[in-house]
Every structure is written in C-alpha cells, then in structure tokens.
C-alpha cells in the first residue's frame, strides 16, 4: 500500500500595499501580518482500490468507510460503472475534517481490507489529504 501527503494545499495571499511594489519601508511601530487563509477543502482521505495481483484499479463497486471516533462517513461506487475503476473514493463529510481515521475498503469478490491510525493533518488553514492505494486480495482459493 502506498500513502502520501498530497501538498501544499495552503494557499496563501500576502498583502501588498497599494502602490509600492515592494520598495516600502513599514511604518514605524507596525508589525508584519500573518497570511491569509485562503479555504481549498479537501477530503482528508482518498482511496485508490487496486487488484493485488493485476495492478489494475477496480473502484466500480467499492465502498469506503471512514471512522475517526463518533464520526463515520462512507461512499460506494456502483458496480455499473466500470469507467470510473480509475477514479478515488473520498466521504463528502470528511472534507476539510483533519483526524485519526479507521478507513476500511470493501469491493467484493475481495476481502475487506481494514487500515488503521490514518491521520489527516490540518496546516492550520486547511486539511492535506492522505492519499492511498488499497491493493484488495482475493479470498484464499478465489
């Protein structure tokens, strides 16, 4: 399994004063400003499912469950859509939500594949997803 840091998702915007472009002394006294945050919310985890053997992505009928404490949150992917076997799974309520996650990944033939302490960290003005790639096994003699 692969897990990344997807970054920088801070953006910041430094204010400049208006008609000095950089040449400006500050005014005595005056302190310089933190950034701005900017929002860019961002799901605090993505799945990439992939078959363990053939290394191809199968997300048509996965399902992606989250839990960070009282907090659960999932989605599926119809089995129908075998277009969008390339595509992550992200839970809408985790957007923007930095925590300690259990994410578990279902799609069946495979057996469930359960990782925990998952942790999404905020930068202080946003949440940097933790990105991964779930290689799903077959059952034993499947």
């Excluded at 204010?15 to 701005?36: H, K, Q, T, V």
């Excluded at 989250?66 to 992917?77: A, E, I, M, N």
């Excluded at 390339?86 to 990782?115: D, I, K, Q």
């Amino acid at each position: 399994m692969k897990a990344s840091r997807v970054g920088p998702h801070r953006r910041a915007v430094h204010l400049i004063g208006l008609g000095c472009l950089g040449a400006c002394a500050p005014e005595a006294g005056s302190a310089l400003r933190a950034p701005i945050c900017v929002p860019d919310p961002q799901p605090a985890i993505l799945v990439y499912v992939q078959d363990w053997v053939t290394k191809e992505y199968v997300a048509s009928g996965a399902t992606l469950l989250l839990q960070d404490g009282p907090f659960r949150d999932s989605v599926s992917v119809p089995p129908s859509r075998p277009d969008l076997n390339a595509h992550s799974l992200a839970t809408p309520n985790s957007v923007g939500r930095p925590g300690t996650y259990v994410v578990r990944v279902r799609r069946p033939p495979y057996v469930e594949t359960v990782l925990t302490s998952v942790t999404a960290v905020s930068d202080g003005c946003n949440v940097a997803p933790v990105v991964l790639t779930v290689p799903m096994r077959l059952p034993l003699g499947g």
